[in-house]
């Protein structure tokens, strides 16, 4: 005898129904065609390859550097200390003190050279004695902090500040700017260093500051690392497209696609729009170039991110972002904060112009045995101009009877010098994270934290 309830059957069948629903809905969905919208309008994104005249040079510059070292260390020795500088500093500093004409030219080679022609990439990555660049510049800023020998150490600081500035030059892509930026960071913290622990004479200060009037680190590059950042995006989006399932590395990114929802989430589905991608890259990567040219405020800027975010961030029950999904998450997890890069690129600007202030202070400073009342003192015979606050386009701040000069800093406000810290951090706070960015003309500052920080 039967004893199964009808009524029991049919509600079953409804569930079922309804989950396979569920389940495969979101498949249909994805793969039914959808208009990508008209065809974006990238052309001011096109990047103009500069060509650097050493470029085919590069090989005659490691074969220089090569010849001139004394002693050329062996080949395992190069890589024991590339693989760990501070067991091996004290071998470092002696070897870059005394071949700093060898230091030079592998400097070059390797800044102009590494990011060219895939031959040059291909020799540098094959011969172990060329290291890379922020593993020189860790070599160089060793050597520069054990140097006891006030002008050797100036020559090391000058090598340093020339190699950040070719590294930051060379090629066009964002990576290469963001190691120069970062070499520049550790040359001019490192100068700082020594500018307030030695005292200089009146022949090292004044070809110091020449030197340091002869350095560029100009924005054209800045905004032509963000364009071809852009295309890197663009190609990195064709090739996971066209390969499928798998793992890619993308500028240090791991970004997984799955085998099975691939045929799901090609180009023109719901799951992904190449043209609304492309768009939505685009929003974040217009604004700080357009910063940058002073064609928007910061405040402008700071809010195009935050509708970034919104779009892209992880989904809520009210907001499931489903629609264009994978062109979402590729934004999300590439797109690295263009208002924070440029806010680096700046602060670096402003420790630059810092440090010839700071170097011309101690030379008048030197010559006239008391500091000038204004920074305009300065102008022509050590300055042609004084430097700019790159934060806001005005002059440096001057506080005489402090012998302190600042910018005002990302906040965007001038708080009188402030050395107050506004940024919870746990490591030992800099100028990076106080209210205002403030430099000692003869010593460091002590920051002041705000209680409970």
Known sequence: MNTRNPSNRKLWCFVIGFLLLVILLPVILAMLPIWDGPPVDDSDMEIVYR?????????????????????????????????DPPAHAEEIRAWVTSNQEAIRLLSEGVALG?????????????????????????????????????????????????????????????????????????????????????????????????????????????????????????????????????????????????SFLHPFTRPGTWGYQEENTKRLYLECIRPPIAYLRGEMSYELMESSYLKIEELTGPPTPLHPKIYNGIGKLLVNQLSDSGGGLVNKYKETLA????????????LYHREQGHLPDTLQALVPDLLDEVPADPFDGQPFRYLPAEARIYSIGKNREDNGGSIRVITRRRSTPDRNHTEDRVYGVFEEIELEREPGR
């Open 51 to 83: 060509e650097i005249p050493d470029e085919q040079n590069a090989f005659e510059l490691f074969r220089e550097a090569e010849a001139a070292m004394v002693p050329r260390p062996d080949l395992e020795v190069w890589k024991q200390w590339y693989d």
């Open 114 to 258: 590494d990011y060219q022609t895939p031959e040059v990439k291909r020799y540098t990555d094959e011969v172990p004695w060329i290291t890379g660049s922020l593993a020189m510049g860790e070599f160089l800023r060793m050597a520069v902090r054990m140097e006891p020998d006030p002008v050797k150490r100036m020559d090391l600081h000058l090598l340093q500040l020339r190699y950040a500035e070719l590294t930051y030059h060379a090629g066009s892509s964002l990576i290469e700017a963001l190691v120069g930026i970062a070499l520049h960071s550790f040359a001019n913290y490192s100068l700082f260093d020594t500018l307030q622990d030695i005292e200089m004479d009146k022949a090292s200060l004044r070809r110091l500051l020449t030197a340091l009037l002869e350095i560029r680190i100009d924005e054209e590059r800045m905004i032509q690392a963000l364009q071809s950042e852009y295309r890197a995006l663009v190609l990195f989006m064709e090739e996971v497209m066209r390969l499928g399932g798998g793992e890619y590395d993308a500028l240090g990114v791991n970004f997984p696609v799955s």
């Open 351 to 362: 420790d630059l112009h810092a440090l010839r202030l700071v170097t011309a202070l101690q």
